[in-house]
């Protein structure tokens, strides 16, 4: 027999348990592999004892309409950079990778699949470079990876964000109020952007695009007559205004490397008061509602077929890349390339084009 690992690290993410599911189908057809998963990304491998579980059609039965992970994921430490706690109380990080891949071969597992985002295809490459046979899965509600069309989780988010802008609409528009929606997206505004013309909100600031607080004053007070109006403003978490800087927490969650945006939506309404906007004003953070809950049947369809093309690149021996949609194949791309570079919103992307011939102000 074969033996095939899957791990989900990252953000949890809708449609993770997708394509897990359609990767335990898949090789179910190939009579000489069996599937095992670890939990917590490659936590269960490092962990003493280590937890490892088997993965057959019975067991991913009906989770591809389930959100998050049967896996479990962490955003933290990985094989790279494990957290370890000094005897002061502090924490620093060691290299475990090479005890990683010695515990590997223990186990004769054969191949890896590591569904993730960009950090989590970095430790793929890396793993690869040290003779790990592993396939990626690009994973990020952010849709914000280049080597690829689209990343499952990115609609169903949008999906939800768009909700809330509909259910904005009815409460601003009662009480003569702007309102803030922040979503997600890390330093991409593809959420914002979707949301902001799938739901007709008046204003949308995005990272990609510094806002100028007079700009975005000048368009909400267009929505006012006297005190008579309403607007719907969707601001993703890592915009700022021109000359300004991203709006963060500090995190001390040991191995937690990432900024933890949040903040711009109250940040916003502080901007306008002091920009003179007179009108009432009240924020939404819609946070991680946007990773939970069932993935729309768009992000399963895409799972299912990410699912499948990674365990057809492990039959064929294709490893040291990941899978990725370009219209209308799956391919497989190399990990370097696949993290080089960012997909980000550009000034001439026809999203923006149609925003703008909507009347959607971006703050420009
Ligand atoms: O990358 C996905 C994402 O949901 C971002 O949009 C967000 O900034 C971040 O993860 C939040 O991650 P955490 O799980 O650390 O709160």
């Given at each position: 027999?074969k033996r095939?690992?899957?791990?989900?690290g990252?953000g949890?993410?809708?449609g993770l348990?997708?394509?897990?599911r359609a990767i335990?189908?898949?090789?179910?057809?190939?009579?000489?592999?069996e599937?095992?998963?670890?939990?917590?990304?490659?936590?269960?491998v490092?962990?003493?004892?280590t937890?490892i579980?088997?993965?057959?059609?019975?067991k991913?039965?009906?989770?591809?309409?389930?959100?998050?992970?049967i896996?479990?994921t962490?955003n933290?430490?990985?094989?790279f950079?494990?957290?370890?706690?000094n005897?002061?109380?502090?924490w620093s990080t060691?290299?475990m990778?090479?005890?990683?891949?010695r515990?590997?071969?223990?186990?004769?597992?054969?191949?890896?699949i590591?569904i993730?985002g960009d950090?989590?295809?970095?430790i793929?490459?890396?793993?690869y470079?040290?003779?790990?046979n592993i396939?990626?899965?690009?994973?990020?509600?952010?849709?914000?990876?280049?080597a690829t069309d689209?990343?499952f989780?990115?609609?169903?988010?949008v999906q939800?964000?768009?909700?809330a802008?509909?259910?904005?609409?009815t409460?601003?528009?009662s009480h003569?109020?702007v309102?803030m929606?922040?979503?997600?997206g890390?330093?991409?505004g593809?959420?914002?952007?979707?949301?902001?013309v799938a739901?007709?909100?008046e204003?949308?600031?995005?990272?990609?695009?510094?806002?100028?607080?007079q700009k975005?004053?000048?368009?909400l007070?267009?929505?006012?007559?006297y005190n008579?109006g309403?607007a719907?403003?969707?601001?993703?978490?890592g915009?700022?205004?021109q000359?300004?800087?991203l709006v963060?927490?500090?995190?001390?969650?040991?191995?937690?490397?990432?900024k933890?945006?949040?903040?711009i939506a109250r940040?916003?309404?502080?901007e306008l008061?002091?920009?003179?906007?007179?009108?009432d004003?009240?924020e939404?953070?819609?946070?991680?509602?946007?990773?939970?809950g069932v993935?729309i049947a768009?992000?399963?369809?895409?799972?299912?077929?990410f699912?499948v093309?990674a365990?057809?690149?492990v039959?064929?021996?294709e490893?040291?890349?990941?899978?990725a949609?370009?219209h209308?194949?799956?391919?497989?791309?190399?990990?370097?390339?696949?993290i080089?570079?960012?997909?980000?919103?550009?000034a001439?992307?026809?999203?923006v084009k149609?925003a703008?011939?909507?009347g959607?102000s971006?703050?420009l």
């Amino acid at each position: 027999m074969k033996r095939l690992l899957i791990a989900t690290g990252g953000g949890d993410c809708p449609g993770l348990n997708a394509v897990i599911r359609a990767i335990v189908h898949r090789a179910s057809q190939e009579k000489e592999w069996e599937v095992l998963g670890s939990i917590q990304a490659f936590n269960g491998v490092l962990w003493e004892p280590t937890e490892i579980v088997e993965l057959d059609n019975k067991k991913v039965a009906g989770i591809h309409f389930q959100g998050g992970t049967i896996l479990e994921t962490t955003n933290k430490g990985g094989p790279f950079a494990w957290p370890v706690k000094n005897k002061d109380g502090s924490w620093s990080t060691v290299d475990m990778s090479d005890e990683m891949i010695r515990k590997l071969q223990y186990m004769h597992i054969d191949a890896v699949i590591n569904i993730g985002g960009d950090g989590s295809q970095s430790i793929s490459q890396k793993l690869y470079e040290k003779g790990l046979n592993i396939v990626g899965v690009p994973k990020t509600i952010d849709n914000d990876l280049s080597a690829t069309d689209s990343t499952f989780g990115f609609q169903t988010a949008v999906q939800i964000a768009t909700e809330a802008v509909d259910k904005l609409v009815t409460t601003a528009a009662s009480h003569n109020r702007v309102f803030m929606l922040e979503v997600m997206g890390r330093n991409a505004g593809w959420i914002a952007l979707n949301a902001a013309v799938a739901g007709g909100a008046e204003v949308c600031l995005i990272p990609e695009f510094p806002y100028d607080i007079q700009k975005v004053k000048e368009a909400l007070e267009k929505r006012f007559h006297y005190n008579r109006g309403f607007a719907v403003v969707v601001v993703a978490e890592g915009a700022h205004r021109q000359g300004g800087e991203l709006v963060y927490q500090e995190n001390d969650e040991p191995g937690y490397r990432n900024k933890q945006l949040g903040g711009i939506a109250r940040q916003l309404m502080k901007e306008l008061r002091e920009a003179g906007f007179e009108h009432d004003m009240r924020e939404t953070v819609l946070g991680h509602l946007q990773r939970g809950g069932v993935p729309i049947a768009y992000d399963r369809v895409l799972s299912a077929q990410f699912g499948v093309k990674a365990f057809e690149m492990v039959l064929n021996g294709e490893f040291g890349k990941m899978v990725a949609y370009r219209h209308p194949d799956f391919i497989s791309v190399p990990f370097k390339k696949a993290i080089t570079r960012p997909n980000l919103v550009t000034a001439n992307n026809a999203l923006v084009k149609t925003a703008e011939g909507l009347g959607i102000s971006l703050g420009l």
